[in-house]
């Protein structure tokens, strides 16, 4: 089955240690997205590739940062976690031309856990 | 920019129907979507409404109203595993080249028997 793919499921990290996150998708989608999810909110969209074009929001820190090698590969890189940064990160795909133009097709999430 | 106000949690028993109310503020409009979300797991998508009226798919529909700025999904037939928390989205109207979502404050639905 087309899917999106998240490794590690869970993933503990000290505090300032760099640590990075990965998803994979078979879905052959154009747009890729990194979202932070806390614990009872919405989820927060922190940046996403349209191809190989890179958009950043603006509230995003600079301690987050991400890569993609591929049309199928996307990583997440936290440079020095903090405290505040322990959360679920979600990876989401979408492509024009979907008969619902909203949908997007999420991972199953990586949560980090900063020690 | 965008602003969606949900309800924070909603409670319901087994069987019965409950609605989830999404009011939204936005200088441009390109459509109201659904998505569910279980503890633990990924947001899924549940339905898109662009124009006026309802949509329905099995024992969920949604509804919007454009005028109003307002939307809602309908469960129907509740069952335990609805629990979970729902949230609207409506699509960033600075950017219309793809899907970029902003979403919802987001509502617990707890279902009990």
């Known amino acids: 089955d087309a899917m999106v793919i998240q490794n590690p499921r869970y993933q503990v990290t000290q505090f300032g240690k760099p640590v990075t996150l990965s998803c994979s998708q078979t879905?052959?989608?154009?747009?890729m997205y990194w979202y932070q999810q806390k614990s009872s909110q919405a989820p927060k969209l922190l940046f996403h590739?349209?191809?190989?074009?890179?958009?950043n929001e603006a509230d995003t820190p600079d301690n987050f940062q991400s890569r993609r090698p591929n049309t199928s590969f996307c990583f997440l890189d936290i440079r020095s976690p903090g405290l505040g940064d322990a959360a679920m990160y979600l990876c989401?795909?979408?492509?024009?031309?979907?008969?619902?133009?909203?949908?997007?097709?999420f991972g199953p999430g990586t949560r980090l856990t900063v020690l | 920019g965008q602003s969606l106000e949900q309800p924070s949690e909603v409670t319901a028993v087994e069987g019965a129907i409950v609605q989830i109310n999404c009011t939204y503020q936005?200088?441009?409009?390109?459509?109201l979507s659904w998505y569910q979300q279980h503890d633990g797991g990924a947001p899924t998508f549940l339905s898109y409404?662009?124009?006026?009226g309802l949509e329905e798919t099995g024992r969920f529909s949604s509804f919007l109203s454009r005028s109003d700025s307002y939307g809602y999904l309908l469960l129907q037939e509740l069952q335990m595993k609805d629990s979970a928390s729902y949230f609207c989205?409506?699509?960033?109207?600075?950017?219309?080249?793809?899907?970029?979502?902003?979403f919802g404050t987001g509502t617990r639905l707890l279902v009990s028997p």
């Open positions: 879905l052959n989608h154009n747009v």
């Open positions: 409404n662009a124009l006026d």
């Open positions: 590739y349209y191809d190989k074009d890179f958009n």
């Open positions: 989401a795909t979408s492509t024009m031309g979907l008969a619902a133009p909203n949908e997007q097709f």
């Open positions: 936005t200088s441009g409009f390109y459509g």
């Open positions: 989205a409506v699509r960033d109207e600075k950017n219309t080249g793809f899907q970029k979502l902003v």
